[in-house]
């Protein structure tokens, strides 16, 4: 887990800091003198110049500016940044679900990973991943059960999941309306037992805040949080406080214009019920 979270000082980014404090030496200048230029506090600039924070990229071009640096700092962030967002594959997920004490979810288009049943996780694989053999779909869906097993321990982390109405009318795989009742059987209840807290974003809802995507936020006991933005074959680590903030301010906007979790379930309920 520690290569795929940044739980401590980034090495990376303390070089990165190491090539500020070079810059702003030549310049004479102190710390807070360029947080001053910055228009930010010194702990944080100072933060920087440690590698315990990242630099975002909206202060990027002003460090250049402020340090006179010629665009080398520019350059070598769009460097670092481009080793710092690395895939993350499915089969590492575990290591980072296994360590949480909070898992908040959002999907707009498949049900999560962790309460899906393996016919289910079945036809997505063949539908992510066109052409897959027998043998490869075998692995995955064993490794995706695999995961599920956090449904089942003690202490249990929160686990709190939104997802949008249309997930519960999108077929998978090309199969029919039998592997997708299960599906929402399975759904209805992993919700009821109240292994996971489960929202569902109305298909009518003036607001939705998850075009961008689907995307998870994991809290952990001692360590700060991260977030993870998917794709099609894998995921890619957020770290950066801004962004992982921004993460958490569309899920708090999501779990408003959701529907609460009793209406969720009876959503549900009425489709298993009426199949």
């Known amino acids: 887990m520690e290569a795929k979270v940044n739980r401590r000082v980034d090495p990376k980014w303390r070089t990165f800091g190491r090539q500020l404090r070079h810059h702003r030496n030549q310049l004479s200048l102190r710390q807070v003198d360029v947080a001053r230029e910055m228009g930010v506090v010194g702990s ?23 340090l006179k640096a010629a665009g080398r700092i520019a350059e070598e ?17 575990p290591d ?10 959002f999907q707009p288009l498949v049900v999560p990973g962790l309460v899906q049943t393996p016919d289910y996780a079945r036809a997505l694989f063949e539908d ?31 686990i709190l ?5 249309a997930v519960l009318h999108q077929r998978v795989g090309g199969c029919g309306n039998g592997l997708l009742h299960e599906q929402r ?11 996971v807290r489960l929202q569902i ?7 939705h805040y998850g075009n961008g995507g689907a995307f998870r936020l994991y809290t952990f006991a001692d360590e700060p949080p ?9 995921e890619v680590i957020i770290n950066d406080t801004d962004r992982y903030q921004e993460c958490v301010t569309n899920f708090g906007l999501l779990q408003g214009e959701a529907y609460p979790e009793a209406r969720s379930r009876q959503l549900i309920r009425e489709l298993v019920d009426n199949a």
């Open 128 to 158: 992510t991943f066109p052409g897959i053999t027998k043998a490869s779909a075998d692995r995955l869906v064993e490794a995706r059960m695999e995961r599920q097993e956090i449904l089942g321990k003690e202490p249990r982390p929160l």
């Open 161 to 165: 999941m939104v997802i949008t109405e």
């Open 44 to 66: 944080y600039y100072s933060a920087w110049e440690t590698g315990t924070r990242h630099v975002d990229e909206k202060y990027v071009n002003k460090l250049d500016e402020v």
């Open 226 to 234: 991260v977030a993870s933005a998917e794709y099609m074959t894998g």
């Open 96 to 105: 980072l679900e296994a360590a949480v004490t909070q898992l908040r979810e």
């Open 185 to 195: 059987r399975r759904l209805l209840r992993e919700a009821e037992a109240g292994r």
């Open 201 to 207: 974003v109305p298909h009518d809802t003036p607001h």
């Open 77 to 93: 962030w769009g460097k670092l940044q481009r080793q710092t967002q690395n895939p993350l594959r499915f089969a590492e997920l």
